[in-house]
């Protein structure tokens, strides 16, 4: 499961908080953490906790921002890559679903890559919005506005799940979602045979 979520170090406490939360839950629900590989703020509370209660961390952090971003040295597996878009490729690649918890530009950025991308029938992964205190409401509103004025579809919209508890979210990144037309999942056989070949 991927996370966004902040690296910023001047939020308030509730948010590490919550990070922890989300890191345990993860964690007792038996699924593997994919972070952008910072061991600060929101970044780093939520891989603490999922090691803590011994669950397994992948943190995936570009060169240049392995040393601002004080890379995740106790991750079970720190991917260093190239550049921003090879960091979101590999994190996107590694996760079944994704959960955004409130934070900046960054986290904003990666929210919409994946949302767009769903829209856009390139996955089926989940993927929910955890906003306690309402601080990613105004997305879900200029969202909204832009339905309305046609610039978005409702079926667009509708592909992030919004939630200000955690259980819910939880809850929603572990139901399987039906997949979108055009998708078509091979059989075993199909793949057996495909690898024959």
Request: net charge negative; hydrophobic share 45%.
């Amino acid at each position: 499961m991927c996370v966004f979520c902040s690296a910023s170090e001047d939020i308030a406490d509730r948010y590490l908080s919550l990070a922890d939360e989300v890191g345990t839950r993860i964690a007792r629900r038996g699924w593997s953490l994919v972070t952008g590989g910072g061991s600060i703020s929101a970044m780093g509370a939520v891989a603490r906790a999922v090691r803590r209660e011994g669950g397994r961390t992948v943190g995936v952090i570009p060169a240049e921002l392995a040393d601002s971003e004080v890379a995740d040295r106790d991750a079970d597996e720190l991917v260093v890559t190239d550049g921003m878009r090879a960091r979101k490729a590999e994190m996107d690649g590694r996760s079944d679903s994704f959960l955004a918890l409130p934070g900046g530009i960054g986290t904003l950025e990666e929210l919409l890559e994946v949302w767009v991308a769903r829209s856009l029938v390139m996955h089926a992964k989940p993927i929910v919005v955890l906003d306690p205190w309402g601080d990613l409401h105004p997305l879900r509103e200029l969202v909204e506005g832009l339905v309305t004025s046609g610039f978005v579809s409702p079926a667009a919209a509708a592909e992030v799940q919004w939630t200000d508890r955690v259980d819910a979210a939880m809850d929603a990144l572990a139901i399987e979602p039906p997949l979108p037309v055009g998708f078509e999942v091979a059989s075993p056989r199909d793949v057996l045979e495909a690898d024959i070949e």
